[in-house]
């Protein structure tokens, strides 16, 4: 991937290739339909307006491209380092998502965010702000699923319309069962089914301070409080996909020279939860803070 799918105006899928306005036609004044742009699974691109032209391409990357750097850099997410060890050869990286992986994520978060009732009934749920659950869909953390012909139902119990907590390389369905519970579906068809923090792309060099909850409703409930929605505080909040799940070495070298504060819940899994972490952070010799949730 050479572009920033992020940085795009009008980026959306037609015919198995994502296409978007051209930054270079755009400041010229052209390309008003907002439709120049091709991006390929491989992650090259093409103006339909100036095919072949190096000097266009160039601009293009000027305006939309990533970071050199971030491109010979297959994971971009988490800065080499030399003192720790290297990951164990039975991690795989995290897998970076693709175009179209990356446009499903967008249009997910695009249905929540746009909707001002279905973010006002999550938020009323769980009494918490409304535009809490949209600034989480503006971060692509949260998501609103329509399924269809064009996004397969991860399970047939699931309904037709679901609430997602979207993670760096997956998506976690999350609906009632027909009592009083919750299921959770990852949706592996679309291969976005790779466990990792949620919100770990909210730790950036910046960062000082991480929360980390036991799920992504309680790390809601901090954001709701104005923990790591304000970037000067240079606090992050992040979850644990479940109460059993083991840091990656990835996350553990993001994780690395930060303050930690785990809230989990106050039961043997979030205890069980705390002796995991405290464990996997003893690693690269960081402390854990523990504030269980009230
Ligand atoms: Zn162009």
């Not at 990286?93 to 249009?107: E, K, N």
């Not at 119990?157 to 009632?176: I, N, Q, S, T």
């Not at 069962?177 to 919750?182: A, D, H, M, Y």
């Not at 020279?257 to 979030?270: E, L, S, T, V």
Request: glycine fraction near 6%; include cysteine.
């Amino acid at each position: 991937m050479k572009i920033d799918l992020q940085k795009l105006d009008r980026l959306r899928e037609r015919g198995g290739k994502l296409i978007a306005r051209c930054p270079a036609c755009h400041e010229i004044g052209s390309d008003t339909a907002g439709d120049n742009l091709a991006i390929f699974d491989n992650g090259n691109f093409a103006c339909a307006a100036y095919q072949q032209d190096r000097e266009h391409s160039k601009r293009i990357l000027e305006l939309v491209g990533l970071p050199q750097q971030r491109q010979a850099d297959c994971q971009p997410s988490f800065a080499p380092s030399h003192s720790l060890p290297r990951p164990k050869p039975q991690e795989t990286p995290l897998p970076r998502p693709t175009p179209r992986q990356v446009s499903m994520v967008h249009t997910l978060a695009r249905t929540l965010a746009d909707s001002v009732q279905r973010c006002h009934e999550l938020a009323a749920a769980r009494q918490w702000k409304d535009l809490t659950v949209r600034n989480a869909a503006l971060d692509l953390c949260l998501g609103w699923a329509r399924f269809g012909p064009a996004l397969k139902k991860p399970d047939v119990v699931c309904p037709d319309e679901a609430l997602c907590f979207l993670y760096p390389a997956g998506v976690k369905v999350r609906f009632p069962t027909s009592g009083s519970g919750k299921n959770f579906r990852w949706l592996k068809g679309e291969g976005m089914n790779v466990q990792s923090l949620w919100r770990l792309d909210a730790i950036t060099d910046e960062t000082a301070i991480v929360w980390i909850t036991e799920g992504e409703p309680d790390a809601l409930r901090l954001m709701d409080l104005g923990i790591g929605e304000d970037r000067s505080t240079h606090e992050a909040v992040c979850a644990l996909p479940s109460a059993s799940y083991q840091l990656s070495m990835q996350e553990l070298d993001r994780l690395r020279c930060r303050q930690i504060i785990f809230c989990p819940d106050n039961d043997a899994a979030g205890q069980q939860a705390t002796a995991r972490l405290a464990k996997s952070l003893q690693s690269i010799s960081l402390q854990l803070q523990i504030r269980p949730i009230q």
